[in-house]
């Protein structure tokens, strides 16, 4: 039986990847062959095969030292025209460029349904990270920690931080592993540019409006700095689950030019007048209601969710 295959794209000299799959097959069924229309591109069963491609390329990866590694200090955010979108090239939130499965496409269509209908609910109204990798397509600020043996990626809103190690070590243990927000990072360096892959993830959603994603999911991931002011990540996405065909979004972020900006930690609960319905919609809080923080008050952590009378 003949399988289709699906082309990746690129970054910079890196080669695009082609995926195939049997119609309506896991990717357990993707083939080991090249596309015959482009001799450059490769097929990868998984995620961590294509990581293992890249790495190979690499020559095992570029050894970095405090002198070597690229300059991405500063804040960040996502390109503009992005807005909520995951893939920026969508036309709309409601029309992804993912193929998601069979079961996750009813998820969805229910989703926009329910969304039309004014029955909307988002976690990140319990004050529970986006988590990876919708923390990709978050609009908060971004700042990047480079080492020579470890990178911190990190997002403002709640301080999510992925930590991506690039000293040789693998991933946790499959026995001692667990679903994460942030997921488990390994990587390594090729020149400029760093490539990652991420498992061990919560099942969650690429954002609003957008196709749902299971604990099955993995990433390979490759970041470069391709100008001054724009930092470029190159995503291919796995869920043998919930897509049905590996998913290729370019995330791209600009450099935030406000003088003397700076990540302040924050917490959403403090001041968070968010509930869920009955009917499972969000609901706002409003003065006077049972349960309303004023948003000009903050709570400490003495105070054991009261106001405190100072700050009254």
């Known amino acids: 039986m003949r399988k289709r295959s699906y082309a990746i794209g690129s970054c910079g000299a890196l080669a695009a990847a082609v995926y195939a799959i049997a119609t309506g097959a896991a990717f357990a069924d993707i083939i080991d062959t090249a596309d015959p229309s482009n001799p450059h591109t490769t097929v990868y069963a998984t995620s ?17 030292s405090w002198s070597t590694l690229p300059d991405w200090t500063g804040l960040w955010t996502r390109a503009e025209g992005s807005g909520l979108k995951f893939d920026a090239s969508q036309k709309s939130m409601e029309e992804t460029t993912a193929v998601p499965s069979p079961a996750y496409q ?31 397509a978050e609009p908060f600020l971004k700042e990047f920690v480079l080492r020579p043996e470890e990178s911190w990626l990190i997002n403002e809103q709640l301080e999510e931080i992925r930590r991506v190690y690039t000293d040789g070590r693998g991933h946790i243990p499959e026995d001692e ?19 990652l892959h991420t498992n061990n993830l919560k099942k969650g959603q690429f954002q609003r409006l ?31 689950e919930a897509l049905a065909k590996p998913w290729h979004v370019v995330q791209r972020y600009q450099r935030v030019k406000t003088p003397n900006l700076r990540i302040a930690y924050w917490s959403c609960e403090e001041n968070n007048n968010v509930t869920r319905g009955a009917d499972g919609n969000t609901q706002f809080l409003l003065p006077g209601d049972k349960g309303y923080k004023d948003p000009n008050t903050l709570q400490d952590s003495l105070s054991q969710g ?6 009254k």
């Open 48 to 64: 961590w095969d294509e990581f293992q491609a890249l790495k190979a390329k690499a020559n095992g990866g570029t050894k970095m």
């Open 106 to 136: 009813k998820k969805l269509t229910k989703k926009i349904a329910d969304f039309k209908k004014g029955v909307e609910w988002d976690q990140l109204s319990f004050c529970l990270p986006a988590g990876y990798p919708r923390w990709l």
């Open 177 to 195: 592993a667990y679903p994460l927000w942030e997921g488990d990072s390994v990587g390594f360096w090729n020149g400029d540019t760093l490539v």
């Open 210 to 240: 957008q196709p749902d994603y299971s604990e099955k999911i993995t990433t390979v991931e490759q970041w470069r700095k391709v100008g001054p002011d724009m930092i470029e990540d190159v995503v291919d996405v796995y869920d043998p």
């Open 306 to 311: 009261a106001i405190p009378d100072a700050k």
